[in-house]
T-cell receptor, first 115, second 114 residues
Framework: AQTVTQSQPEMSVQEAETVTLSCTYDTSENNYYLFWYKQPPSRQMILVIRQEAYKQQNATENRFSVNFQKAAKSFSLKISDSQLGDTAMYFCAFTSGGGADGLTFGKGTHLIIQP | NAGVTQTPKFRILKIGQSMTLQCTQDMNHNYMYWYRQDPGMGLKLIYYSVGAGITDKGEVPNGYNVSRSTTEDFPLRLELAAPSQTSVYFC?????????????FGSGTRLTVV
């Protein structure tokens, strides 16, 4: 079974700073996908960024980028120029290449952006 | 395009009561999922379906049942509600998760069992 570990329960940074959220995972599969989801107080789950395991290039979406280290099974999220609206829970999630059996989530990191 | 719609948004149940959480998607996705989120935790998979007429258990299926008679609908049934089922429930769908398509989530149902 796959596991996803987020070791930072909570982080707090000043607005405009850069912050990195950590995620490690364990799997025996070679083909899989990794995701970061944002959950603001509205509790809606919002996809931030997605990474395909067979792609070596790190995914980037505007201010959000990942550092994907396949051998180390590490998938960290970097948020540049952080904004107050980035305050939320962030979940790292994994799905195997088959994908039918859904996502495995970490416990989340509560990110607080201070003004 | 409504995406994934969950009803109700909030519900309070008494111990032993039953209820059905509704989930509908209008994106013609074959894959649908039910998750629960307990305080301070990530989402855990309850049941999933890869198409109409096909369902399978996830990590925490006890106390729940599902059916999938159409592509659009994937209701979750709680029988004999217990306080341990107090949680936020999310429905999600995907077009082709094995090809890297993302998952679309509903806005959740907050259920309290007293």
């Amino acid at each position: 079974a796959q596991t996803v570990t987020q070791s930072q329960p909570e982080m707090s940074v000043q607005e405009a700073e850069t912050v990195t959220l950590s995620c490690t995972y364990d799997t025996s599969e070679n083909n899989y996908y990794l995701f970061w989801y944002k959950q603001p107080p509205s509790r809606q789950m919002i996809l931030v960024i997605r990474q395909e395991a067979y792609k070596q290039q790190n995914a980037t979406e505007n201010r959000f980028s990942v550092n994907f280290q396949k051998a180390a099974k590490s998938f960290s999220l970097k948020i540049s120029d952080s904004q107050l609206g980035d305050t939320a829970m962030y979940f790292c999630a994994f799905t195997s290449g088959g994908g039918a059996d859904g996502l495995t989530f970490g416990k989340g990191t509560h990110l607080i952006i201070q003004p | 395009n409504a995406g994934v719609t969950q009803t109700p948004k909030f519900r309070i149940l008494k111990i032993g009561q039953s209820m059905t959480l509704q989930c509908t998607q209008d994106m013609n996705h074959n894959y649908m999922y039910w998750y629960r989120q307990d305080p301070g935790m990530g989402l855990k998979l309850i049941y999933y379906s890869v198409g109409a007429g096909i369902t399978d258990k996830g990590e925490v299926p006890n106390g729940y049942n599902v059916s999938r008679s159409t592509t659009e609908d994937f209701p979750l049934r709680l029988e004999l509600a217990a306080p341990s089922q107090t949680s936020v429930y999310f429905c999600a769908s995907s077009f082709a998760p094995g090809q890297g398509y993302g998952y679309t989530f509903g806005s959740g149902t907050r259920l309290t069992v007293v």
